[in-house]
C-alpha cells in the first residue's frame, strides 16, 4: 500500500568526481548582490526565516542531479517535486508555510477548512474556495478536483504516483479517465464548490492525503491534445503563483508568473521571483560548486552537498560558507530490522539492542552531521507522535553496553552468543559500512553474524522483503530504511509494524514481522478517531515496537544543506527537510 | 627454446680432453637449469622482485601471527564530523604504523597484511588453474593438430574475445550467498578463483600450442615416434618437459595480471565480503566514497600494496623469461 518517499536517486553516493572548479554554464544567475546584509549562523534556517523580505524580481536556479519521476502533480512520487509543485499547483489542504515543526501542520490550502467526516468516519466532504482561477483564467471547480485525482488511477499512464485513493475510496477497479466510460463514483460533487469522498473503511489520516499533490484540480479540457496523458507533464495547468513557460525534456524547466493567481487564495505560497529556472542532469560536484560560486541558488533534490570538497569548506567551522549551511533530520529513519520469526526471544532480540555499537554505526552513516543523530525511537523528531525515550541505553552508553547484552544472553540461554545473518544492500555504501560496524560491536558480545549482501533493485520484492527468504536464510537482521508520506505516526508506523500489513511474497514492509496484539488494536483505535486526536497512540505504539526489540534504530538521517546568501525567506520544511520551495525569493 | 640437449660430462663416453684452466678447476658442463639460475642471479632486478615476492609471501603468511585484529573498531581516532583519522598522513602512530582507516579507524597495517593473503591466494591458485587448462588443450592442440586443433583453436579465440569483467560481474551477482556446500567468503574466494582461472587459461594455451607445434617437429621426437612411442608418451615425456620454461614464465606473468583482475573485481564491489580486507575493496572504498579527498593515504597504501606486487611479479617474470630464453631479450 504505502511505499517509501524517494530522496531522489544515487545522491546518497557521495560523488567520486574531482571537484572541478564551477565554470559556470548552468544558468543564468540572479543579480550579484554579494554584500549580505545581516549575519547569518549554521542551522538558522532550522528554526527561523533567513532573509525574510517581501522584495520581488530575480531568477531563481533550481540545479538538479537528476530529472524528475515527472513533473505532473498526479504522476510524481520524488519528495522534491512534492515540495516544488506547490509553485504551480494547490491541493485540497497543504503543510503549514512556517518553520520549525510548525511546518509539520496541516491546513486547508484549495479547501476552506479542513474535511468533515460523517457516517462514522466513512465519508469525507471538501469545501473549496469559489474564487481560485487556473492559468487560463477559468475558475477552479469541484469537478476539476475530481478529474484530477481520476488521473491518478490511470496507472497505465501515469504509473508513479502513490496509490492512497485506489486503497481508501470505493472504487478499486476504476481504471482512470483516458480508460474508463464511466466517471469515479466514490468521489461526488453536489455542486461547484463541494466535494465528497465516500471511504471503503474510516481513515482518519484523510487530510494528510488529500495534501498530497494528487489532490490539484485540472481541467478535462487541457488533459487532451498536446498536454494530454503523460505529456501533460510538459505543460501541468497551474493554479499555484508559477506557471510553465518552457519544458525542454531532460534538460531545463522555466516557470514564469501566473497572472491568474491571487496571493489571498494562497497564503501557502509565494511569487517573488519573476523567473524560475530547473536545471535538469547537472553533475553534482557541479551544483555544489554552482551554489558556492552563486550560478545556482538551490540544490533541487535536498539530499545536500555530496561533494567532499565542497563539504569541508562548508564543515569548517568559522567559514563564511559555514554561515550559510543548515543540517536538518530529513525524516528518513534507518533501521535494522530484528526479525521476531528468526530470532524468537526476546532477550536474544534486547541483547543486540544494547550490544550495538551506536557510534561506529553512526560513523558508517557519515557520523553526525552528514549522517545523522544516534537514533533510540522508530519515529524521527520530526514527525507528530515524536516522544524521546533511550530503552537501551542508546544514547547514553553510545558505544554500547556490552555488560547488559551478556546478561540479556544469559537470559536467553545462549551466553555464549549465537549466530545470525545481516542482510544489507552491496550497492548502498552506508549500508555496507553500517553492516561491518555491527557485525563488529556484536562479535564482542558472541554474536557472530554473516553478511549477505543483495543489490537494492529486488531488495524489498526477492531478499528482505520476502518473508520466507529471510527465515530459509535466516537473516535475523535486516538493514533498511523508512520515510512516511505525511508526517505523522501513522504515516510513518503502520507499514513498519501493523501485523495486517506482513506481505507473505515479497514487497514486505513490516520485516521484523511484529504482529502483536496490543499494536494492532492501537492502530484500530486511531483510524477511528480524528487525527489531531490519536497524537498520544504513536509514542505508545513506538515503545512497544521497541520494547519487543524488533527494530534497532541507528539514526535519524540529517543532510547538509547550503543556503545561497541570496536568497530570501529560507527556512527548512520540518517535514521535507528541505527548503520551503513554495516561498523563496531573491535579494 | 633450447633444444633439450642434456648431455652431462659424466654420460659421455668420450671425456674431452679439455684444457685444464690456468687455476686448475675442471671445465665442467651445466644443466639448463643451473645455466638459467647464473643468468638470474645476474639480474639484480629480477632478483629484487623475487626477494619482494618472498618477503610477501612470509608477511602474507606469518605476518597476521603479528598484526593486530583487522576488524577492531578505534572511533577515537576518527574525527566525526569529517571522518578522516586524526593525525598526518592518515593518522600514523606507534600503534598504528599505517595509520588509521578512515570512518572506522580500523588498523590500515593489519589490513594491508590480511589483503595480502586474500590477493596472493586467488592470484596463485587462479594462475594454477589457468596453468592446468592452459597447458593440457594446448599440448593436445599442438601436437594432434588438424581438426582438434581448430575446435581448440576457436574456443580460445570466443573466451579471449569475451567480455570477461561483465560477465564476472554479473556471475558474482547472480550465485547466491550460499551454494555449493560453501558460503560467504570462502565460497567468494572460490568463486573468484574459478573465474579468474576459467578465462586466463587461453593466453597460456595459445602460448603452449604454439611451442608444441614447433617441438613436434623436432628430430628427438621424430626418433621417440620411430622407436614407437606413442602420444601420451611423447606428449608427458619428450615434449612437457621441454615446455617447463615457457609455463615458469608465463605462470609468473600470469599471477600479477590476476592480482590486478581481482582487485578490479573487488573495486567494482563484486569481490571479497566485508569486512574481509581486501586491496581492491580498500581502494574503492577511498574513490568511490570520497574518502581520498579526506584521507589520501587511504588511497596510497592499498594502491602501493598493488603496484609494487605486481611489478615485483613482472619483473621477476620478465629476468625469469631472459634467463631461460636469452634469444628473446
Not at chain 1, 510548525?102 to 473549496?128: K, Q, R
Not at chain 1, 488494536?521 to 505508545?540: E, R, Y
Not at chain 2, 564530523?81 to 578512515?102: D, K, R
Request: aromatic residues 10%; proline residues 6%; glycine residues 10%.
Amino acid at each position: 500500500m504505502r511505499t517509501r518517499k524517494l530522496y531522489g536517486f544515487g545522491a546518497l553516493t557521495a560523488a567520486a568526481a574531482l571537484a572541478l572548479a564551477a565554470c559556470g554554464s548552468s544558468g543564468s544567475s540572479s543579480g550579484n548582490n554579494s554584500t549580505p546584509a545581516a549575519t547569518t549562523h549554521y542551522d538558522q534556517a532550522l528554526t527561523g526565516v533567513v532573509n525574510p523580505s517581501t522584495h520581488k524580481g530575480g531568477t531563481l536556479t533550481f540545479d538538479e542531479s537528476s530529472v524528475p519521476d515527472s513533473t505532473d502533480y498526479q504522476n510524481t512520487y520524488y519528495a522534491f517535486m512534492w515540495d516544488f509543485v506547490r509553485l504551480y499547483s494547490m491541493q485540497l489542504m497543504t503543510y503549514k508555510s512556517c518553520p520549525g515543526t510548525c511546518g509539520d501542520t496541516l491546513v486547508p490550502d484549495l479547501a476552506t477548512g479542513p474535511g468533515v467526516a460523517s457516517d462514522h468516519g466513512l465519508v469525507w466532504t471538501y469545501h473549496i474556495q469559489p474564487d481560485v482561477h487556473f492559468e487560463n483564467g477559468d475558475v477552479v471547480t469541484s469537478q476539476d478536483v475530481k478529474y484530477g485525482i481520476e488521473r491518478s488511477y490511470a496507472k497505465t499512464v501515469l504509473p508513479n504516483g502513490p496509490n492512497y485513493y485506489q486503497v481508501l475510496l470505493k472504487d478499486p477497479t476504476y481504471a482512470g479517465p483516458y480508460k474508463s466510460k464511466t466517471p469515479l463514483t466514490s468521489i461526488t460533487t453536489p455542486n461547484a464548490t463541494t466535494i465528497v469522498f465516500h471511504l471503503a473503511a474510516p481513515f482518519s489520516d484523510f487530510d494528510y492525503v488529500n495534501a498530497i499533490p494528487q489532490s490539484t484540480p485540472v481541467e478535462q479540457k487541457w488533459d487532451t491534445g498536446k498536454y494530454g496523458g503523460a505529456n501533460f507533464q510538459l505543460h501541468p495547468e497551474s493554479t499555484g503563483p508559477y506557471e510553465f513557460q518552457s519544458y525542454t525534456l531532460n534538460k531545463q524547466i522555466v516557470l514564469v508568473p501566473n497572472p491568474h493567481w491571487n496571493p489571498a487564495t494562497d497564503p501557502q505560497a509565494k511569487q517573488l521571483a519573476s523567473k524560475l529556472v530547473f536545471n535538469l542532469n547537472v553533475n553534482q560536484s557541479q551544483i555544489d560548486n554552482n551554489l558556492l560560486s552563486n550560478y545556482a541558488d538551490i540544490d533541487a533534490a535536498g539530499t545536500g552537498v555530496q561533494t567532499a570538497a565542497v563539504r569541508d569548506k562548508i564543515l569548517t567551522a568559522g567559514s563564511t560558507e559555514h554561515a550559510d549551511a543548515d543540517n536538518p533530520i530529513n525524516g528518513f529513519a534507518r533501521f535494522v530490522y530484528i526479525n521476531e520469526k528468526v530470532i524468537p526471544n526476546l532477550h536474544c532480540r534486547e541483547a543486540i539492542e544494547y550490544a550495538a555499537d551506536k557510534t561506529t554505526m553512526q560513523d558508517a552513516w557519515g557520523g553526525p552531521v552528514v549522517g545523522g543523530d544516534i537514533a533510540s525511537t522508530v519515529i524521527p523528531p520530526n514527525i507528530i507522535g515524536y516522544q524521546k525515550f533511550d530503552l537501551y541505553d542508546a544514547l547514553s552508553k553510545p558505544n554500547g553496553d556490552d555488560a547488559a547484552a551478556k546478561q540479556q544472553l544469559s537470559a536467553c540461554g545462549k551466553a555464549s552468543g549465537f549466530t545470525t545473518g545481516l542482510a544489507y544492500r552491496t550497492d548502498r555504501p552506508q549500508e555496507v559500512a553500517a553492516a561491518q560496524a555491527l557485525q563488529a560491536a556484536l562479535a564482542q558480545v558472541g554474536i557472530k553474524t554473516t553478511l549477505d549482501g543483495y543489490t537494492s533493485g529486488k531488495y524489498y520484492t526477492d531478499f528482505a522483503g520476502d518473508p520466507s527468504y529471510v527465515h530459509t536464510h535466516d537473516l535475523g537482521l535486516d538493514m533498511g530504511g523508512w520515510g512516511a508520506d505525511w508526517p505523522d505516526g501513522y504515516g510513518f508506523l503502520d507499514e513498519l509494524s501493523n501485523g495486517n500489513t506482513i506481505a507473505t511474497n515479497g514487497g514486505n514492509t513490516n520485516i521484523s514481522e511484529i504482529n502483536d496484539p496490543t499494536i494492532n488494536n492501537l492502530f484500530k483505535q486511531a483510524a477511528g478517531q480524528p487525527s489531531d486526536q490519536d497524537v498520544s497512540i504513536w509514542p505508545q505504539i513506538d515503545k512497544d515496537i521497541m520494547a519487543q526489540a524488533a527494530i534497532l534504530p541507528m539514526v535519524y538521517q540529517k543532510v547538509l544543506l547550503y543556503r545561497n546568501p541570496n536568497v530570501t525567506n529560507a527556512y527548512v520544511d520540518s517535514y521535507y527537510g528541505m527548503y520551503n520551495y513554495a516561498v523563496l525569493g531573491l535579494k | 627454446m633450447a633444444a633439450p640437449l642434456e648431455i652431462s660430462a659424466a654420460e659421455s663416453d668420450t671425456t674431452p680432453q679439455a684444457p685444464e684452466g690456468l687455476s686448475g678447476k675442471r671445465i665442467e658442463g651445466r644443466s639448463l637449469g643451473q645455466i638459467a639460475w647464473l643468468r638470474l642471479r645476474r639480474d639484480w632486478v629480477a632478483i629484487g622482485g623475487g626477494i619482494f615476492i618472498i618477503i610477501l609471501l612470509l608477511v602474507a603468511i606469518f605476518g597476521p601471527l603479528v598484526v593486530q585484529n583487522p576488524d577492531i573498531y578505534h572511533p577515537n581516532l576518527i574525527n566525526p564530523t569529517f571522518q578522516g583519522p586524526n593525525g598526518a598522513f592518515g593518522g600514523i602512530s606507534l600503534a598504528h604504523p599505517l595509520g588509521v582507516e578512515p570512518q572506522t579507524g580500523r588498523d590500515m597495517l593489519s589490513r594491508v597484511v590480511y589483503g595480502a593473503r586474500i590477493s596472493l591466494l586467488i592470484g596463485f591458485l587462479s594462475t594454477v588453474l589457468a596453468v592446468v587448462i592452459g597447458v593440457f588443450f594446448g599440448l593436445i592442440a599442438g601436437y594432434f593438430g588438424g581438426w582438434v586443433d581448430t575446435v581448440i583453436a576457436r574456443v580460445m579465440d570466443v573466451f579471449l574475445a569475451f567480455p570477461l569483467l561483465v560477465f564476472a560481474i554479473a556471475l558474482v551477482g547472480v550465485i547466491p550467498t550460499s551454494s555449493f556446500g560453501l558460503s560467504g567468503n570462502v565460497l567468494r574466494v572460490t568463486m573468484l578463483i574459478f573465474i579468474i582461472g576459467f578465462f586466463s587459461w587461453p593466453y597460456m594455451g595459445r602460448i603452449i600450442r604454439g611451442q608444441t607445434l614447433s617441438l613436434r617437429e623436432r628430430e628427438f621426437v621424430d626418433a621417440a615416434r620411430s622407436l614407437g612411442a606413442r602420444g601420451p608418451y611423447i606428449l608427458l615425456r619428450e615434449l612437457l618437459p621441454n615446455l617447463w620454461g615457457p609455463i615458469l614464465v608465463y605462470s609468473t606473468l600470469l599471477i600479477p595480471t590476476n592480482i590486478l583482475f581481482e582487485a578490479a573485481l573487488s573495486y567494482l564491489g563484486v569481490g571479497i565480503v566485508p569486512p574481509t580486507p581486501s586491496w581492491g575493496a580498500m581502494l574503492s572504498n577511498a574513490v568511490q566514497n570520497g574518502f581520498y579527498y579526506i584521507d589520501p593515504m587511504y588511497m596510497v597504501i592499498p594502491g602501493l600494496a598493488i603496484f609494487l606486487t605486481v611489478m615485483a611479479f613482472n619483473l621477476f617474470g620478465d629476468g625469469l623469461r631472459d634467463a631461460l630464453d636469452p634469444k628473446t631479450r
